[in-house]
């Protein structure tokens, strides 16, 4: 992640009245609950972990997107806790992928690999393009940069669910369809500690300001 994604932005960043930003949002929000119903039926039906798991962010995302609609014109504080929320959902979201693979481990089978990659590619192509939309937003307060976070570490989880659909084609097995999920579910914890580090920083802010303001 680029370093200026840790940079820190004002109280008053306008892009967060823009909008642009607003309807970027529902276009964000739209995009993921469609590819949640079609990876979960594209995963339960190839044995996929790592479909499944890139479903459940899907939905998780569609989730955060409609929050930061909710705060998007609330004062800072309000939006560093729904980012926490975020954050907590995201390293949530990664306990659980990294159960399930073990999970799948465990009762063996090998998933359908031309199922992964087709569907993997058309979540690729549906998160480049909200990435693109979300870019210049990336270094905002933590509200703004989990949005963008989440749609980063999509776009990085379809990449890498196509290689493991060449993987599993390729050797037969299911082990790259689990290590991917892995990798997912570790990409999520971090991206998660990074979100909830930034909406502390920013909930400090807020009372630092809330303490000078005039009464």
Same mark, same amino acid.
């Given at each position: ?13 306008? !892009? ?18 469609? /590819? ?9 039906? #190839? ?5 499944? @798991? ?7 995302? @569609? ?16 939006? #560093? !806790?729904? #980012? ?12 659980? =992928?990294? *159960?399930?693979?073990?999970? /799948? ?24 393009? =909200? ?10 307060? &933590?509200? /703004?940069?989990?949005? *963008? ?5 999509? #776009? ?8 493991? @659909? ?17 990798? /997912? ?13 930034? &909406? ?6 807020? !009372? ?8």
């Amino acid at each position: 992640m680029s370093s200026n994604c840790c940079d820190h932005t004002p109280a008053t960043d306008t !892009r967060l009245s823009s909008p642009r930003y607003r309807n970027i949002l529902w276009i964000a929000l739209v995009v993921n609950l469609a /590819m949640f119903v079609i990876e979960t039926g594209a995963g339960f039906r #190839a044995g996929s972990t790592s479909l499944l @798991a890139d479903a459940i962010d899907f939905f998780g995302d @569609a989730a955060n997107y409609g929050l930061s609609l909710a705060v998007l014109s609330m004062g800072l504080a309000v939006r #560093a !806790r729904a #980012a926490w929320v975020k954050g907590i959902s995201m390293l949530g979201f990664g306990v659980f =992928v990294l *159960w399930r693979a073990g999970w /799948m481990w465990l009762q063996g089978g090998t998933p359908e690999a031309i199922t992964m990659g087709s569907v993997g590619l058309l979540a690729l192509v549906a998160n480049t393009g =909200v990435a693109l939309l979300l870019y210049r937003y990336r270094d905002g307060d &933590a509200n /703004m940069r989990s949005v *963008w976070l989440c749609t980063r570490n999509d #776009a990085l989880g379809n990449v890498a669910v196509m290689l493991a @659909a060449l993987g599993v084609l390729g050797t037969g097995s299911a082990w790259p369809d689990l290590a991917v999920a892995a990798v /997912m579910a570790g990409l999520a914890i971090t991206s998660g500690v990074t979100v909830l580090k930034h &909406a502390r920083a920013d909930l400090q802010t807020a !009372r630092q300001t809330a303490a000078v303001k005039p009464q």
